[in-house]
């Protein structure tokens, strides 16, 4: 058999190359008009079915009708995505209804990117100048104001009077940012730390420390009180996203495609895992999106289009579902349906995610692009549109929209018990629901019944305290007359003196108000005299 001249075996190299370059693009047009390609479902990874845990720091110490002043209630949003485990969900045992009203706003050219966090009465907020600033929770007036650097994309965490922030850039044309933290009470600078590169992840604050990431690929674990290292880690790409912690274990994922678990004691690597769904599934995507931890699984979004849910034990694929485009969107989840996670894409929709099978219940569309990760307030799931620059809310469970405004571009709202404070582009509002002042109480028509309700609640108080006076005085007599009839003594002090004698009868005298003979004991009286 003769072989091929060398320009036959050209011609048959350059066919073969044609061949594999169409059977490519073949792949190509299918991840293209399919969108689902590569979508992933393990129903036999670990699943725990125990619902996320309400923060804490949801349980005011003092109930509202007890407390003086209705913004002293022990309430606290003290993180970005409110709990350590990211899950952005807050439950109500009074669910929250539009339509919402402003009542006070603290307006600004700056663009606020990402939310303030909440303790006590002030709400803290971390413009993407890098200005920090202190602001009433009651009236929204700038408490205090600090320049921490130059360029910031975060929010900070407060806790146990102290706030703690990173910025991007500490200074102009400096590409290395710092970690500072400062006095809740006057914005009085506690320590601070330069950092060899820029960071945007939002601190993690447990149990005496801070935790975070930079661009650089550092997981960096600080002492809170002083700064001080305790450790670091490395990993293989920017770590933009925020920390987040579960049962000992800090998650996050990195610009190198890996999601990473440490022990949050000393930063050992429990796990590690990679995708491969960006450009085709050749190779990674970025994880912008900070995870959010519950049922066991960690849930984050990636550049390649996917949400993904792995085992947050050992870090195993439990699902991916394909979006239409980037996902830098936070998930939130909530024990809606038995568990519901909701991720925004850039391709205009709000999804829900079965957080078992990864399954979409519903998908929203929004009309524009989500950037920025949704919250649950009660049984309303809360986004924002970053092309239309608005927020919605929709139904948790159905996907309905229920309200809508036209502000808003990122992160859309943080709420406490009875109010939402929502984010706009550049400015700052408190929102509360329409027949209610910022402090909670109603107002008009609504209003006026519930004060009468009270008035009325209160007369019958009074009535029963009425009452149980006189059936006292009536036992009082009682008791006296018995006495007398038995001619038995009773012994009383007066001044120094013991005495002892048969009780005088009671003083009788008749009502004017209603003719009724009244008798009241002389006990009181006698006890008086020397």
């Known amino acids: 058999m003769s072989r091929p001249s060398g320009g036959r075996r050209r011609r048959l190299v350059w066919a073969a190359a044609a061949l594999v370059t169409l059977g490519v693009a073949a792949a190509v047009a299918v991840v293209v008009l399919t969108g689902r390609q590569g979508d992933v479902s393990n129903p036999d990874v670990e699943f725990d079915t125990a619902p996320p845990t309400a923060p804490v720091t949801t349980k005011p110490p003092t109930s509202v009708k007890q407390a003086k002043d209705p913004f002293d209630d022990g309430f606290q949003w003290p993180l970005y995505g409110l709990t350590k485990a990211r899950t952005r969900y807050l439950p109500l045992d009074r669910p929250l209804r539009p339509p919402f009203t402003v009542r006070w706003a603290m307006t600004g050219s700056i663009l606020l990117e990402f939310p303030p966090v909440l303790c006590g009465k002030s709400l803290y907020l971390l413009k993407n100048n890098g200005a920090l600033y202190a602001v009433s929770r009651v009236s929204?007036?700038?408490?205090?104001?600090?320049?921490?650097?130059?360029?910031?994309?975060?929010?900070?965490?407060?806790?146990?009077?102290?706030?703690?922030?990173?910025?991007?850039?500490?200074?102009?044309?400096?590409?290395?940012?710092?970690?500072?933290?400062?006095?809740?009470?006057?914005?009085?600078?506690?320590?601070?730390?330069?950092?060899?590169?820029?960071?945007?992840?939002?601190?993690?604050?447990?149990?005496?420390?801070?935790?975070?990431?930079?661009?650089?690929?550092?997981?960096?674990?600080?002492?809170?009180?002083?700064?001080?290292?305790?450790?670091?880690y490395k990993a293989g790409g920017a770590v933009k996203a925020a920390i987040a912690l579960d049962r000992g274990r800090l998650i996050f994922g990195d610009y190198g495609g890996q999601v990473t678990a440490l022990r949050r004691a000393d930063g050992k690597v429990l796990w590690k895992t990679g995708t491969s769904g960006g450009a085709f599934g050749l190779k990674s995507g970025n994880f912008y999106a900070t995870a959010a931890l519950a049922y066991g699984r960690a849930y984050l979004g990636n550049t390649d289009g996917f949400v993904y849910s792995f085992s947050a034990r050992d870090g195993k694929l439990a699902w991916r579902h394909h979006t239409g485009a980037y996902v830098y969107s936070s998930p939130a989840i909530a024990p809606v349906l038995g568990g519901t996670v909701y991720a925004g894409s850039y391709d205009g929709k709000l999804y829900a995610f079965d957080a078992r099978t990864g399954k979409v219940r519903w998908a929203h569309d929004s009309g524009g692009k989500i950037s920025g990760g949704p919250v649950v307030v009660g049984d309303l799931v809360f986004y924002s549109n970053l092309s239309r620059h608005s927020t919605g809310a929709l139904g948790a469970a159905t996907g309905k929209k229920v309200w809508s405004t036209g502000r808003g571009a990122f992160n859309p709202v943080i709420a406490d018990n009875q109010r939402l404070y929502l984010n706009g582009y550049a400015s700052l509002y408190m929102l509360a629901e329409s027949g209610r002042r910022s402090d909670g109480t109603l107002t008009g028509a609504a209003g006026r019944h519930r004060r009468n309700q009270a008035r009325a609640q209160a007369l019958r108080r009074h009535r029963r305290y009425l009452n149980q006076r006189i059936a006292a005085r009536r036992r009082a007599v009682h008791r006296i007359l018995q006495l007398r009839r038995r001619h038995r003594r009773t012994c009383f002090t007066v001044g120094h003196r013991r005495v002892c004698r048969v009780p005088r009868p009671p003083v009788c005298f008749v009502r004017k108000s209603d003719g009724r003979t009244v008798c009241r004991a002389r006990e009181a009286q006698s006890a008086k005299r020397p």
Not at 214 to 222: F, I, K, M, P, R
């Open 140 to 232: 929204g007036r700038v408490r205090w104001k600090r320049k921490l650097g130059y360029l910031a994309a975060a929010s900070p965490a407060c806790g146990h009077g102290s706030v703690y922030a990173v910025v991007l850039s500490r200074g102009k044309g400096i590409g290395a940012g710092r970690v500072v933290a400062v006095s809740g009470y006057s914005g009085r600078t506690r320590w601070s730390r330069k950092l060899p590169s820029r960071s945007e992840s939002s601190p993690l604050l447990d149990q005496g420390r801070v935790y975070f990431g930079s661009e650089d690929g550092t997981v960096y674990a600080l002492r809170a009180s002083d700064g001080a290292i305790r450790w670091t």
